[in-house]
Nanobody, 128 residues
Framework: QVQLVESGGGLVQAGGSLRLSCVVS????????MAWFRQAPGKEREFVGA????????YYADSVKGRFFVSRDNTKNAVYLQMNSLKPEDTAVYYC?????????????????????WGKGTLVTVSS
């Protein structure tokens, strides 16, 4: 059974940075495309960014492009979300998700991004 565990959330001031981590166990991490999502209070979960099984290909939501960066380390079964220039509207629970078919195109083109396994989330609060 594939398990995903996020960490790194917390309270940060606007303009600050945070780095979230997601460690995956129980599967073949190096073959998965991975994605980050977030859900703010009272809102639906939204896509943030994704990375293919190969570390070079990434894709971002317009709202975070140029501020957030997704990376992965296949030797550590981990995916990361570097968040810079944080804004109060970035406050949310952040989730990582695994798409077992490892291509970025497949993830982006699938209904609801075709996430096969989810983590439980980590809370990020950005104060103004």
């Amino acid at each position: 059974q594939v398990q995903l565990v996020e960490s790194g959330g917390g309270l940060v001031q606007a303009g600050g940075s945070l780095r979230l981590s997601c460690v995956v166990s129980g599967g073949t991490f190096s073959t998965y495309a991975m994605a980050w999502f977030r859900q703010a209070p009272g809102k639906e979960r939204e896509f943030v960014g994704a990375i293919s099984w190969s570390p070079g290909n990434t894709y971002y939501a317009d709202s975070v492009k140029g501020r957030f960066f997704v990376s992965r380390d296949n030797t550590k079964n981990a995916v990361y979300l570097q968040m810079n220039s944080l804004k109060p509207e970035d406050t949310a629970v952040y989730y990582c998700g695994a798409h077992y078919q490892g291509s970025l195109g497949s993830l982006i083109g699938s209904p609801n991004y075709g996430i096969d396994s989810w983590g439980k989330g980590t809370l990020v609060t950005v104060s103004s």
